[in-house]
């Protein structure tokens, strides 16, 4: 949808009009648009919002003659109404009335007692449905709890609550989604329900998916953004029946930025926004500016830049414990200091939209970042590396909403690149001698992908004097991610050779394709019941090489043929019933394969450091097969102790079991040659991605609840999260013959147990907190110009945890809490300041399932100015 600028209409003679009571018969008869029935789901609004929607769901275009009255909200209504009778319901008691002005236009003017036949002229204001899903300012927090699934959303206004230091934190009070990367990574690694990581969850960004992946100390999955250009984020844990849905299992993270109507009010014919923050704690300076214009009813673009600058910050010091390694090294903001935290990230995006037909919409858009930064790679932070990573997308979409019912088209086409150019410099001995020579690796991924969906729709009989409909969706959907790696070293007279990093974060092809049918039946927006089944597939092949200490990497290693595929039809079923108005009850049940990724089956070469351990490729890894099993209520009430205020709540208990679960795990190297006191012991060891032979079970809680009252508010979220990642697996993955005891411990010959294959041996799982607790609440004085807030976080990490006994860098992080207050105040329509303090009681913490367990930033004041223009 967009207001834009419109010319001069003509009324046609004899038209139909309606004064939002009655409706008055004219010669004219009405057009079939008009007459058409549509599902309506329109809440409580300003009038002008009201109509967007209404025009984004009918495809009329509505006039407006004059200006709408900035203060009128509409009363809240949905089910299947003609497009005449949801117009008569959106003005009532408004004071405004409609007329028809051809076949898919109406004009809003004011009721008149004179109003005549005659031609009129209309101020130059119109309301367009051009838009499609996911590109307009419509995203509505209350469709969480209209969802019979899990479902997220975080709007802009909820974001600019509060400064964003990282990109991480906007997940922050989300049910049931954490963040795997700690502070020093602008990187994201979305944790969905326990799963995260090599496709697991699809985060994407306007549709176009971010799949890059860099084998380093900690999370590996990565997707870069810039906070500043978002408009929203939409986790949808549920249904993968939809676009997007293809070799994914716990769901999709949709990154939606700015577009025009997120930048200009309804009325507005051209504009901008600008924001400009500076804080305490090395935040040193945070702008952005966007700006949009609506050339022509048919014609609108948007534009954004932003700069975000950030120093080496200070970590908390109350409470100053962190974590502890797996060999039970303990860890303080003493010996596991943040002293590389900086990063310079400059960003920009540009949207055009294009009304092609009165049924056709194109969309194309281009987001695009540069960032600088340093991160460390141990838990002592003694290492460095220095990053630039940049990152491009391309998106075009193109929408076909015919009149009937059985078209609603999307295509979506994309292409993203991201591109890591690292530098790690030498390092030394304590003695000062070269201990490792310096790199510089080129680590790129592109990813092109294209998916069409359709929406078919048929309105059947009343039944039982009741509406009810059958919707039909479906689609299909491919992608391809090439990956390259090029990697060189200063030789310095240090270990270290260029193969080591080009082989752990491997080159290579994957193409995935998906097909997806669901079927829905809804009766009187009471009872929904639906049945899908997807279709996925995958193909995954290249040339690895594998070494041992007999046949060393240097010396190329022995060739060894990747030839992967896999396919998997899943069904998927549920059922909702509102028993009551207000109330909605229901469950869920799917399957779903993942695919392995490129890094996950071609990874090769070795640990760099000299520490000699082989990377080894497996050519028989399976793909993950997932089952989810689900069940919620939801809760909608309005006016609950006083008029105009909210109720929101969603509770759902969730059980996933994943078959082949996929991680990385310590293995033995074929031959047997290390010798103890002359006899053979086996400290030979590789590292490759295997397959637990055991499922993997999550079990979880969610609760997102919130109550408005206007002058004051206050909501929060719970997350509870059991995880099983222990398990045995297949420690022989190459396809050779092995030194039969090559994976026992053997003591003056006598064996005495396996080294390799049990949970023991696994490497770096990183598991969600066990539980999350997050409380939000404020006041809002001077007509709710002036807010003040305060937050709460309250994390418990897991009891149980995959990781290796072996490592140095996989810990256990201690439990901790936070709190933030945050404050805004509106000068006047145009000019807003705010000021936030994070961290208030300067916790020393590490985030939960942070990567290499940098300590969190203490407390940090930031001041804000926005402006619209």
């Known amino acids: 949808m967009a207001l834009v600028p419109a010319p001069l209409q003509a009324q046609p003679t004899a038209p139909t009009i309606h004064d939002g009571l009655r409706t008055t018969p004219v010669e004219l008869a009405q057009s079939d648009d008009l007459r058409r029935t549509y599902y309506f789901d329109i809440p409580a609004e300003k009038l002008a919002s009201a109509l967007v929607t209404y025009s984004r769901i009918s495809g009329i275009d509505v006039v407006v003659d004059g200006n709408l009255p900035a203060n009128h909200v509409t009363n809240p209504f949905k089910g299947d109404m003609t497009a005449q009778n949801a117009l008569d319901q959106i003005l009532a008691q408004s004071g405004l009335t409609w007329q028809a002005l051809d076949g898919n236009t109406v004009s809003i003017v004011a009721v008149s007692q004179d109003q005549s036949s005659s031609g009129i002229t209309t101020a130059p204001i119109t309301i367009t449905s051009n838009a499609v899903d996911g590109l307009g300012a419509a995203d509505d927090p209350d469709a969480v709890y209209e969802t019979p699934g899990g479902l997220s959303v975080v709007t802009r206004e909820k974001m600019q609550e509060k400064p964003i230091r990282e990109a991480r934190d906007i997940f922050g009070q989300m049910a049931g989604v954490d963040i795997s990367n700690d502070a020093r990574d602008p990187g994201l690694t979305v944790n969905v329900r326990g799963q995260q990581e090599m496709g697991r969850v699809n985060v994407n960004i306007d549709g176009a998916r971010q799949n890059y992946n860099q084998v380093t100390h900690g999370t590996t999955s990565r997707v870069y953004l810039d906070p500043a250009l978002l408009a929203s984020v939409t986790v949808d844990k549920s249904n993968l029946d939809q676009s997007g849905g293809a070799g994914a299992s716990a769901g999709i993270v949709t990154l939606r930025t700015l577009n025009t109507d997120d930048i200009l009010d309804p009325d507005e014919k051209w504009g901008g926004k600008v924001n400009l923050s500076h804080g305490t704690n090395n935040y040193q300076f945070a702008g952005d500016a966007s700006v949009a214009g609506r050339v022509s009813p048919k014609f609108d673009v948007a534009a954004a830049v932003s700069r975000k600058v950030i120093g080496n910050y200070r970590a908390g010091s109350r409470n100053p414990g962190l974590f502890t390694t797996g060999n039970g090294n303990y860890y303080s903001t003493e010996n596991s200091r943040p002293e590389y935290t900086y990063s310079r990230q400059t960003s920009g995006l540009l949207k055009a939209n294009v009304k092609l037909t009165d049924d056709q919409e194109l969309h194309l858009g281009y987001v695009g970042s540069t960032i600088d930064y340093a991160k460390t790679s141990d838990v002592t932070n003694s290492y460095v590396d220095f990053n630039e990573t940049q990152t491009h997308t391309l998106t075009a979409k193109h929408n076909w909403d015919l009149v009937s019912d059985l078209i609603n088209l999307d295509t979506n086409l994309y292409w993203t690149r991201t591109q890591n150019n690292q530098k790690r410099p030498v390092r030394y001995t304590n003695a000062g001698a070269v201990s490792t020579n310096s790199f510089e690796t080129d680590y790129t991924l592109d990813t092109v992908g294209v998916d069409i969906a359709n929406e078919s729709r048929w309105h059947l009989d009343d039944l039982n004097d009741g509406l009810s409909s059958v919707r039909l969706n479906y689609g299909t959907e491919f992608f391809q991610d090439k990956g390259t790696t090029d990697s060189s070293t200063g030789n310095e007279g240090g270990s270290g050779a260029g193969y080591q990093l080009e082989g752990s974060t491997p080159g290579g092809k994957r193409d995935v394709a998906g097909s997806f049918l669901r079927g829905t039946y809804d009766w009187n927006d009471r009872f929904e019941v639906y049945g899908g089944v997807r279709y996925d597939y995958y193909q995954l092949d290249g040339d690895a090489y594998w070494c041992d200490v007999r046949n060393t990497c240097a010396n190329g290693g022995v060739p060894y043929d990747v030839d992967l595929s896999d396919q998997k039809l899943s069904p998927s079923f549920g059922a909702s019933v509102t028993p009551v108005q207000g109330m909605q009850v229901f469950a869920n049940y799917r399957q779903n394969m993942r695919a392995p990724t490129i890094t996950e089956t071609m990874i090769k070469g070795e640990h760099i450091g000299n520490v000699g351990i082989p990377f080894y490729s497996n050519a028989n890894l ?185 490592s140095t860098v996989v810990g256990k992080y201690f439990s901790y809490r936070v709190f933030d207050f945050y404050s805004s105040y509106k000068i006047n329509d145009t000019v807003s300041i705010s000021f936030n303090v994070n961290n208030l009681l300067d916790e020393a913490y590490v985030q939960g399932s942070g990567g290499t367990f940098s300590p969190a930033p203490g407390r940090t004041g930031v001041l804000t100015l926005r402006g619209n223009f």
């Not at 990385?664 to 991605?689: D, E, I, K």
């Not at 807010?787 to 990490?797: E, I, K, N, Y």
């Open 622 to 806: 399976k793909s993950e097969e997932s089952e989810t099993k689900e069940i919620g209520v939801n809760f909608k009430y309005d006016d609950v102790v006083q008029k105009g205020d909210k109720f929101r709540a969603k509770l759902s208990y969730y059980r996933t079991k994943v078959e082949n679960y996929i991680t990385l795990g310590y293995v033995p190297q074929p031959a047997t040659t290390s010798q103890f006191g002359g006899v053979l012991v086996n400290t030979n060891r590789a590292a490759a991605m295997v397959n637990l032979s055991d499922p993997v079970y999550i079990n979880g809680t969610e609760l997102e609840l919130g109550y408005d009252a206007q002058l004051y508010y206050l909501g929060g979220t719970l997350s509870l999260n059991d995880m099983d990642l222990e398990g045995n697996y297949d420690p022989f993955v190459l396809n050779t013959t092995y030194d039969p005891l090559a994976n026992y411990n053997i003591s003056f010959g006598t064996v005495t147990w396996p080294l390799y294959g049990s949970g023991a041996t696994l490497y770096g799982i990183y598991a969600m907190p066990k539980r999350k607790i997050t409380v939000d609440g404020g006041l809002r004085f001077f007509d709710q110009d002036l807010v003040l807030g305060m937050s709460a976080t309250f994390v418990q990490p897991q009891d149980n945890f995959g990781a290796s006994d072996l």
